[in-house]
């Protein structure tokens, strides 16, 4: 079982900065990726970023220039550096990664911290 922790959320002006933390209870490395998403009101959840066990990250082309997926290996912690936020990132951010459970790619879920920013 991983367990992952997500802070950091809270209200921001547009243009202000965020940084999202998600904390596994586990060691990043024996994951095969973690990642962000987000859901807004009434939209599906939707990809913001990952970064593998490699270190290769991806984007949203939402996101892209604005958004900073990073992680450390000594905390455990994947991090989501968000700045230049516009109200059209407001949701709940919610960490996920996969690990190998014998032979499936099993995901886990972060509980979700909110992101409102205001106009």
């Known amino acids: 079982q991983v367990q992952l922790v997500e802070s950091g959320g809270g209200l921001v002006q547009a243009g202000g900065s965020l940084r999202l933390s998600c904390a596994a209870s586990?060691?990043?490395?024996?994951?095969?990726?973690m990642g962000w998403y987000r859901q807004a009101p009434g939209k599906q959840r939707e990809l913001v970023a990952t970064?593998?066990?490699?270190?290769?990250?991806n984007y949203a082309d939402s996101v892209k220039g604005r958004f900073t997926i990073s992680r450390d290996s000594a905390k455990n912690t994947a991090y989501l550096q968000m700045n230049s936020l516009k109200p059209e990132d407001t949701g709940v951010y919610y960490c996920?990664?996969?690990?190998?459970?014998?032979?499936?790619?099993?995901?886990?879920w972060g509980q979700g911290t909110q992101v409102t920013v205001s106009s």
């Open positions: 970064i593998t066990s490699s270190g290769n990250t």
């Open positions: 586990v060691n990043i490395f024996t994951l095969i990726a």
């Open positions: 996920r990664t996969e690990r190998w459970v014998g032979l499936t790619r099993t995901p886990y």
